[in-house]
Structure formats: structure tokens, C-alpha cells
């Protein structure tokens, strides 16, 4: 397995890049960066695993980095500061992602894509139109990473159980997107039965406050980082949990479940039913949302879709709003695109 980060001396790109040195799974780590790769890479070679580790430059071109790599994973671009919305990075990374999506495209069409970068609900679609515009576009490849959603879900919700729900017991799905009133924390279903009567036990106050963290939580760690970036170690943990349960479902492991923003292409089994709940809603354009998904070895096998018949009522208000906004940030996404040629 070949592996190939992009912004890996960032933040997010070094915890990351160090989990993936790690995984047994991994034989080959590349970490392309505008600055620093060399080095970072030459200290991770002295740690005894055998995944090989390699350095590039932005000077020596995207080539040795992303040649027959299995899977790209991309946090590059810029992070947030007080004060400013995902979509403020929208110009900046919108033409790094659309840069790294051409050369992905030239060096790598089939390799599976993790894009982490901000605004997700917008870098993900434009990703998906710089592969169609090349023509080697396979949604059932291409990932925008929302784990961190449901990685503070489950924290949060253990966090004010005061440890009577443990965080390894704890599987939330968030659907959605992944920026404020997109992100839909989903606490009224669950096969752990524990989580919820805990959330039903919680008064309508807890409960709209708890939802609220989820939805903002990363403006927690923007606030406390004071103009230092965003959510580092935290998103490197849940994108190598993305990235781990890819590489096993690729190497034939079967029922794997994770949850990512993808698009709703005919391709992908569960779309269509998807595509019907959002018309019930009285939306159209929604082309891309993060919903659990079952992967498989091309990737995306299913949708698991059944999670919308079991939403409370407060939920598919949340789950409206959301879906008025995802709109508006996909659109955004393809008219970039479109809108260059
Ligand atoms: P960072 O500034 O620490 O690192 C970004 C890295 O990208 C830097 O090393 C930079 O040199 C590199 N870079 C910039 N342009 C590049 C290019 N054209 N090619 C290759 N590398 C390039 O930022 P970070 O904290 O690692 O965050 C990175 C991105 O991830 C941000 O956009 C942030 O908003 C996003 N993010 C997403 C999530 C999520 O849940 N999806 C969570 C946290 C952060
Ligand atoms: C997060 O959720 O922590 C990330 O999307 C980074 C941010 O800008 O909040």
C-alpha cells in the first residue's frame, strides 16, 4: 500500500503522517509539502516500522510523490483563525485543492482520495469536477474526511455522562457536512442502547447544547489556539481512522463502516433512496453529503441509508437547514471549477 500525504509538514500533516509510519498496513509513506518533507521524513525513517518513508519538494514536481499511490490524503492549505467561517479559506485552498486534483489526475486517477482540506462541503466537489474535466472521475473514490465529527460526538456526549458512557463503547453517526449548522449529530438512534436513554434522560436545554458543540466544535479549538491554526491532532487521529479503515477494506476486510462526504452518484448503491428523501424535503442539487457508508476494495460499496428513517423530529429540522446550506456550498464548489474554463 502507497500512501501519499499532501501538506504533510502541516499540523495536521505530521501527527498524520507519523500514525500512517505506524500501520503495518502501510509499505510506502510520500509526504509532499511546500517546505520541510525531507527532514520530517528522514526522522521518521529511524522509527523501527517497515512502511519506507519519502520526502518531496513542491520544486521537484507532484510525480514521485503520488505515482502509483493507493490512497491521497490532503491536508494542504491554509487553517482558520478567529474570527473567520471555513468558507473564508474558500479562494485559497479552493485553488490549491483544484491544483493537487490536476496532478492527481495526470499521476494517480485511480488512487483513492481523502480530502480534508476547508470548506470540505466545497473542496470535495471541487476535486470531483477538475476528475471529470479529465475524465477519470470515480465517486466511488473520492472522500471528504468529516470523522472529526463523530470523534467529538462520541467524546462530548462521554464527557457529560461524566464517564458513565465510555468513549470505546460510543459509535455516534453524524451526518451532513462538516461546517456549523451542516454538521447533523444524530444521538436519537443507536445500537447502544446506553447512549440513548442517556440522551433522552438529558433536558431539551443539555441537549441543544450538546448538539451545538458538535456543530462548533472546532471553533473551540480555534478560539483556544489564538490565532495558531485549528484542530491538528485531533483531525490526524480521525483521518488516519478513515484512511486505516480504507486500507482494510481494500485489502479484502467485508463490512466495514465508516462515515465520509461523498456524492450521490447512480454508481453507489443507496443514492437514489437518498436522492428521493432529500426531493421529500423539497430540495434538489444536493449532490454530496457524509453519511455512514460500507467501503469495500473500489471503495464506496453502499450508502447506509436507513439512519434517515429513524431521525427524530428535531433532527430533520437540523437535517433541512443543513441541506439548504450544502446546496449553496456545492454549487460554490462546481461554479469554481466551471467557472475557470
Ligand atoms: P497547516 O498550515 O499547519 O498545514 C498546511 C500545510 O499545507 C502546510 O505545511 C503548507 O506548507 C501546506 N501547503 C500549502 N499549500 C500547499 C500546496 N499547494 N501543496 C502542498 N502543500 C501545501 O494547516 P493544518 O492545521 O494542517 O490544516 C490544513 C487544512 O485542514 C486546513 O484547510 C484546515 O481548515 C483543514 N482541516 C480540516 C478538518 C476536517 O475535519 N476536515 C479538520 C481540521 C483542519
Ligand atoms: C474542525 O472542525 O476542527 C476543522 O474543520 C477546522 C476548523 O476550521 O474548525
Redesign the pocket.
Given at each position: 500500500m502507497k500512501v501519499a500525504v499532501?501538506?504533510?509538514?502541516?499540523?495536521?500533516?505530521q501527527p498524520l503522517s507519523l500514525l500512517l509510519k505506524l500501520s503495518p498496513l502501510v509499505d510506502e509513506l510520500t509526504m509532499?509539502?511546500?517546505?520541510?518533507t525531507p527532514g520530517i521524513a528522514a526522522d521518521l525513517n529511524h522509527i523501527d516500522t517497515d512502511a519506507k518513508v519519502t520526502g518531496c519538494l513542491?520544486d521537484e514536481g507532484f510525480e514521485g510523490a503520488l505515482q502509483n499511490a493507493d490512497l491521497v490524503v490532503i491536508?494542504?492549505?491554509?487553517?482558520?483563525k478567529p474570527g473567520m467561517t471555513?468558507d473564508d479559506?474558500f479562494a485559497i485552498?479552493g485553488g490549491?485543492i483544484s491544483?493537487?486534483a490536476e496532478n492527481c489526475a495526470k499521476s494517480c486517477p485511480k488512487a483513492h482520495i481523502l480530502v480534508?482540506?476547508?470548506p470540505?462541503n466545497s473542496t470535495v466537489a471541487i476535486f470531483a469536477e477538475v476528475f471529470k474535466k479529465c475524465g477519470v472521475y470515480d465517486p466511488r473514490r473520492l472522500y471528504?474526511?468529516?470523522?472529526?465529527?463523530l470523534v467529538r460526538a462520541n467524546s462530548f456526549i462521554s464527557e457529560l455522562s461524566g464517564g458513565k458512557l465510555q468513549s470505546k463503547d460510543l459509535n455516534v453517526t453524524v451526518i451532513g457536512g462538516?461546517s456549523g449548522e451542516t454538521i447533523v449529530p444524530i444521538f436519537s438512534h443507536n445500537s447502544n442502547s446506553q447512549l440513548v436513554s442517556f440522551y433522552e434522560s438529558l433536558s431539551m436545554e443539555q441537549r441543544d447544547s450538546l448538539i451545538h458543540r458538535v456543530q462548533f466544535g472546532?471553533d473551540e479549538i480555534v478560539t483556544a489556539k489564538k490565532g495558531q491554526?485549528?484542530?491538528?491532532l485531533s483531525?490526524a487521529y480521525?483521518g488516519f481512522r478513515l484512511a486505516e479503515s480504507l486500507m482494510k477494506a481494500i485489502a479484502g476486510e467485508t463490512n466495514i463502516i465508516e462515515s465520509a462526504y461523498i456524492q450521490l452518484d447512480q454508481s453507489i448503491q443507496g443514492s437514489t433512496e437518498v436522492k428521493s428523501y432529500i426531493a421529500s424535503k423539497g430540495l434538489t442539487d444536493v449532490e454530496y453529503i457524509s453519511l455512514p457508508i460500507k467501503l469495500g476494495p473500489r471503495g464506496v460499496e453502499s450508502i447506509e441509508f436507513d439512519i434517515l428513517n429513524h431521525i427524530n423530529e428535531n433532527e430533520e429540522e437540523l437535517l433541512s437547514t443543513c441541506l439548504e446550506q450544502l446546496k449553496g456550498n456545492i454549487a460554490k464548489g462546481v461554479d469554481f471549477v466551471k467557472g475557470a474554463n
Amino acid at each position: 500500500m502507497k500512501v501519499a500525504v499532501i501538506g504533510a509538514a502541516g499540523g495536521i500533516g505530521q501527527p498524520l503522517s507519523l500514525l500512517l509510519k505506524l500501520s503495518p498496513l502501510v509499505d510506502e509513506l510520500t509526504m509532499y509539502d511546500l517546505v520541510n518533507t525531507p527532514g520530517i521524513a528522514a526522522d521518521l525513517n529511524h522509527i523501527d516500522t517497515d512502511a519506507k518513508v519519502t520526502g518531496c519538494l513542491a520544486d521537484e514536481g507532484f510525480e514521485g510523490a503520488l505515482q502509483n499511490a493507493d490512497l491521497v490524503v490532503i491536508p494542504a492549505g491554509i487553517p482558520r483563525k478567529p474570527g473567520m467561517t471555513r468558507d473564508d479559506l474558500f479562494a485559497i485552498n479552493g485553488g490549491i485543492i483544484s491544483n493537487i486534483a490536476e496532478n492527481c489526475a495526470k499521476s494517480c486517477p485511480k488512487a483513492h482520495i481523502l480530502v480534508i482540506s476547508n470548506p470540505v462541503n466545497s473542496t470535495v466537489a471541487i476535486f470531483a469536477e477538475v476528475f471529470k474535466k479529465c475524465g477519470v472521475y470515480d465517486p466511488r473514490r473520492l472522500y471528504g474526511v468529516t470523522t472529526l465529527d463523530l470523534v467529538r460526538a462520541n467524546s462530548f456526549i462521554s464527557e457529560l455522562s461524566g464517564g458513565k458512557l465510555q468513549s470505546k463503547d460510543l459509535n455516534v453517526t453524524v451526518i451532513g457536512g462538516h461546517s456549523g449548522e451542516t454538521i447533523v449529530p444524530i444521538f436519537s438512534h443507536n445500537s447502544n442502547s446506553q447512549l440513548v436513554s442517556f440522551y433522552e434522560s438529558l433536558s431539551m436545554e443539555q441537549r441543544d447544547s450538546l448538539i451545538h458543540r458538535v456543530q462548533f466544535g472546532g471553533d473551540e479549538i480555534v478560539t483556544a489556539k489564538k490565532g495558531q491554526g485549528s484542530a491538528t491532532l485531533s483531525m490526524a487521529y480521525s483521518g488516519f481512522r478513515l484512511a486505516e479503515s480504507l486500507m482494510k477494506a481494500i485489502a479484502g476486510e467485508t463490512n466495514i463502516i465508516e462515515s465520509a462526504y461523498i456524492q450521490l452518484d447512480q454508481s453507489i448503491q443507496g443514492s437514489t433512496e437518498v436522492k428521493s428523501y432529500i426531493a421529500s424535503k423539497g430540495l434538489t442539487d444536493v449532490e454530496y453529503i457524509s453519511l455512514p457508508i460500507k467501503l469495500g476494495p473500489r471503495g464506496v460499496e453502499s450508502i447506509e441509508f436507513d439512519i434517515l428513517n429513524h431521525i427524530n423530529e428535531n433532527e430533520e429540522e437540523l437535517l433541512s437547514t443543513c441541506l439548504e446550506q450544502l446546496k449553496g456550498n456545492i454549487a460554490k464548489g462546481v461554479d469554481f471549477v466551471k467557472g475557470a474554463n
